[in-house]
DNA sequence: AGAAAGTTTCCTGCTT
DNA sequence: CAAGCAGGAAACTTTC
C-alpha cells in the first residue's frame, strides 16, 4: 500500500491542531456517553429467569488458577496459556494440550456483559465461543451467575474465568478428539450452562454440511444464523452486547421473514444493519461482500440513513467506548482503562488520588510491553511511552504532576471519573 | 492521493 | 551511574 511522503507534524507545534483535537474529543465523548454500553441486556427477562434457575455452578471449578488476568500462565495439567488480542473486541486464548496437540479456543466476550454487572446479584456472563477448526461452531450460552457463586466474586469476569476454566478443562481432557472434523464436544458445557429450549443442539456439521455463504437465506439452518450473525458481528464490528440472541435462533427461513421492526426489536440498532445486510444477500447474494469497502460504505450509509449515531458500527469511531475489553486505540484510553479494570491492571497502575485523577505507573517496563503488545510493537519501551504521553500535556489530556512516575489526567481526559463511568 | 492525528523513534540535556 | 523527565525533530501508521 503506497504510503504518504513524511510529513512534519509541524501543526503539533502551532496550536492549531490542539483546538481541532480538543473539539473533536469533545464531539466523541458525546458519542461515546450515549453510546454501546447503554443497556447491556440482551435476554428477554423470561430468557434470563430461565437460565437464573438452570445454571448450576460447581464451586470446584479452580477458579483460583486465575488471578486477575485469565490467561495467566497455568501450573500443571493442561497445558500453558497463551492470550491474544485479535481485532476488534475479540479476546482469543489458546490451550496447549499436554499431548501438545494443539486445541484453540476463541471465546467472544460480548461487550457490555462483561463491563457491569447488571444487579448486584447476579452478573450476567454473556458470551459465545466457537472453536479453531477441529469442532463446529459452539452456541452461544449465557450464564447467569447463581447467588452463591457470585457472592464471592469480585466481577463477572472472574465468574467468565471460572465458567471458562471448566470449559477449557473439558476439552483439555479429551471431550472431545482432537484432529476431527466434528465432534460432539460440548454436551457437558451445554448441559451446564445453557437450555435446550433456548439453545439447542446445532446439527452437526459434516464434511458435507455446507458453509452458510454458499447456501441461500432462506434455506439457512439455526446453524448458518449463527454463523451469520457471527460474522456480521466481527466483519462491521457490532456491538453484540445489544443483540438478544435468544431471537436469532431460528432458521433461515423464518430469519428471512422478520420484519424491520423486529430486527431492531431482537438487535436494537444493530438490528438494522443486521436487517440491512440480510436483505442485501437476498438481493445480491454474497457478492454484497466481495467488495469489502463498497460495502462498509453501504453500511455506513445506512447508519447514517437511520441516524444511528451511537450504534455499535459507529463505535469503531469511538475506540473508547470498548472500557472492559481494553481496545482502546489511544494511549491515554488505554492507560485509563487498565486503570478502570483491576482484573487486567495486576499492579502495573494505581491510583494515587482517585478524584483527582491522579495516577502512578508502578511497572513501567510493564506497561511498556503491555501497549507494545497491543500495538503488535515489540520494540516499545517505556522511554517512548512516556513521550507519548508527555505529548498529551499539550492537548489537555494529561497534565503535569512532578513526581517521577506519576501522570494526572487532564481536562480533555473522559472516562475515567468514577461517577462519570 | 494527501492531510491530519497520533504515535514511535531518536536525541540532548537535565534531574532524582 | 541508572532511571526518569522534558521536549525537539523527524519518521511512521492509520484513518478519513
Keep these: 500500500m503506497p504510503h504518504p511522503a513524511p510529513s512534519c507534524p509541524s501543526s503539533l507545534h502551532t496550536g492549531k491542531r490542539e483546538d481541532d483535537v480538543m473539539h473533536k474529543s469533545a464531539a466523541q465523548e458525546g458519542a461515546c456517553r450515549t453510546g454501546a ?3 447491556s441486556r440482551s435476554c428477554p427477562p423470561a430468557c434470563r429467569n ?3 434457575q438452570q445454571t448450576q455452578i460447581p464451586q470446584s471449578s479452580g477458579t483460583q488458577e486465575f488471578s486477575a488476568c485469565l490467561p495467566s500462565p497455568r501450573a500443571g495439567g493442561g497445558g500453558s496459556w497463551a492470550q491474544r ?3 476488534g473486541k475479540l479476546s482469543a486464548w489458546e490451550s496447549h494440550s499436554p499431548s501438545e496437540e494443539r486445541v484453540t479456543l476463541y471465546v467472544t466476550v460480548i461487550k457490555g456483559a462483561v463491563h457491569k454487572p447488571e444487579k448486584p446479584n447476579g452478573p450476567v456472563c454473556r458470551c459465545y465461543l466457537y472453536t479453531g477448526l477441529q469442532v463446529p461452531l459452539f452456541p452461544l450460552f ?3 451467575a447463581a447467588p452463591a457463586f457470585s457472592g464471592h466474586r469480585t466481577s463477572s469476569l472472574d465468574l467468565l474465568s471460572a465458567v471458562l476454566t471448566m470449559m477449557l478443562d473439558s476439552v483439555t481432557h479429551s471431550t472431545f478428539l482432537p484432529n476431527a472434523s466434528f465432534c460432539d464436544p460440548l454436551m457437558s458445557w451445554t448441559d451446564l450452562f445453557s437450555s435446550e429450549e433456548y439453545y439447542p443442539a446445532f446439527e452437526h456439521q459434516t464434511a458435507g454440511d455446507p458453509y452458510w455463504t454458499s447456501v441461500h437465506p432462506e434455506y439457512w439452518t439455526k446453524r448458518h444464523v449463527w454463523e451469520w450473525l457471527q460474522f456480521c458481528c466481527e466483519q462491521y464490528r457490532l456491538d453484540a452486547s445489544g443483540i438478544s440472541f435468544c431471537h436469532f435462533n431460528v432458521s433461515g427461513l423464518q430469519l428471512c421473514s422478520m420484519t424491520q421492526e423486529e430486527f431492531r426489536e431482537a438487535a436494537g440498532v444493530c438490528g438494522e444493519y443486521l436487517y ?3 436483505q442485501n444477500i437476498r438481493a445480491q447474494g454474497y457478492s454484497f461482500f466481495n467488495d469489502t469497502e463498497e460495502t462498509k460504505a453501504a453500511i455506513r450509509d ?4 437511520n441516524c444511528l449515531k451511537t450504534s455499535g458500527i459507529k463505535g469503531q469511531d469511538c475506540p473508547s467506548h470498548s472500557r472492559a475489553s481494553l481496545q482502546s486505540s489511544h494511549l491515554w484510553e488505554f492507560v485509563r482503562d487498565l486503570l478502570l479494570s483491576p482484573e487486567e491492571n495486576c499492579g502495573i497502575l494505581e491510583w494515587e488520588d482517585r478524584e483527582q485523577g491522579i495516577f502512578r505507573v508502578v511497572k513501567s517496563e ?4 503491555m501497549w507494545g503488545q497491543r500495538k503488535k510493537n515489540d520494540r516499545m519501551t517505556y522511554e517512548k511511552l512516556s513521550r507519548a504521553l508527555r505529548y498529551y500535556y499539550k492537548t489537555g489530556i494529561l497534565e503535569r504532576v512532578d513526581r517521577r512516575l506519576v501522570y494526572k489526567f487532564g481536562k480533555n481526559a ?5 461517577d462519570k463511568l
Aim: with cysteine; aromatic share 10%.
Design 37 to 39: 454500553w447503554a443497556g
Design 50 to 52: 430461565q437460565h437464573s
Design 85 to 87: 488480542q485479535d481485532k
Design 142 to 144: 449465557t450464564v447467569l
Design 276 to 278: 440491512f445486510i440480510l
Design 302 to 305: 445506512c447508519a447514517d440513513s
Design 366 to 369: 510493564a506497561l511498556a510491553k
Design 414 to 418: 473522559h472516562g475515567w471519573q468514577e
